[in-house]
């Protein structure tokens, strides 16, 4: 069954307080280390990432020492201390006698790229997942783990999990879900013309053919990519279209761009504040959208009263967006007289 990023994270904390390790698989881009980091920031755990397609069975085991001596009786011969060969566990793993390092209560253990590493590390790994031993020696108490890879239908470059480690792990696979992902873009300060596009057109937050031929395609990690180069420019210009199509791919980036020039026809701030109820409503939903996106960004206390005349004028889908929106930008609105009038008129549609 496949479920999102937020249910996701619900079921991984099921599994860890189950004492059982996580195995959440996605296509290439979904956000599967964001959530590590989310489950770890949490629990108050430090990550150790280890890439297990970088690894080779030595670096899950160690490597051989002379530094230990054993007293052993050689047979024909008189001499009986003989030296045998440890295993030295790699310092990257938390084992017993480990100092827990200050301000977190453990470590989160993340085999990232599960599925991309060869069988002979994968055997390797088995014995660490299942017996919490690194070689010869025992994994700290306070270690959690968790493993990652990518869904074997995408074409990445992965190798089928063998039975072994199959029944070792738990297993979720996680897709995009565009109001999730738009939920986390409130957050994280993502560039309202691309929340805006989303809205649009969700199916493209996360548009992947196996057989694609471009460099990249769109992803949460993508569009996340986008939003970090296009938020200083006020305008984009066509000649910035080669960037776009670099970063989420060829037909996505043109569809992108000619949304993001809607922006750019839009009534200004300062029309709305003069003339909220004649200034005209658009009648295309693209534009509805983008109308909606640039309301939610720039209503504050200090304009509310004014724009909500212009808001009440938008067909009832476009003002849930734009009420949705803008309380999530700015919680203390909820408390304004007109937008708590409004909700009371409108609770069913907003709930």
Sequence with gaps: MDVNIEQCYDLVIDIIKGKKVANIVSSPGIGKSDLVRKIAKSLKLKVVDIRLAQCDPMDLVGLPNMDRTNN????????????????????????????IPKGYIGWLLFFDEMNSAPLSVQ??????????????????????????GNRTSDRAVVNRLSTAMQSRLI??????????WLNWADDND?????????????????????????????????????SDMIKPM?????????????????????????????????PTLEDLLISPETTPIPDEPSVQYAM?????????EGNVDTLMLYVNRLPGEFQVITLTNTIKKNNKLIDHDCIDTWITEHAEEFI
């Design 72 to 99: 052993v009786t050689k047979l024909g011969s008189t001499d009986n201390t003989i030296k045998r060969s440890c295993y030295a566990p790699p310092d990257m793993y938390p084992l017993e006698g480990d100092t």
């Design 123 to 148: 055997a390797s790994a088995y014995r660490i997942i299942l017996d919490r031993m690194v070689g010869q020696h025992n994994l700290h108490k306070k270690v959690i783990m968790m493993c990652a």
């Design 171 to 180: 297993h979720l696979n996680i897709v995009a879900d565009h109001k999730v």
């Design 190 to 226: 993502i560039d309202y013309r691309i929340k805006s596009f989303i809205h649009f057109k969700p199916d493209l937050l996360h548009y992947f053919n196996p057989k694609h031929t471009d460099d990249t395609f769109p992803t949460p990690r993508t569009w996340s990519f986008l």
């Design 234 to 266: 006020v305008v984009l210009e066509d000649k910035k279209l080669p960037l776009i199509v670099g970063t989420i791919g060829n037909g996505t980036a043109i569809e992108f761009l000619e949304y993001s020039k809607i922006f750019g026809q839009l």
């Design 292 to 300: 909606s996106t640039m309301l939610a960004k720039e209503i504050n």
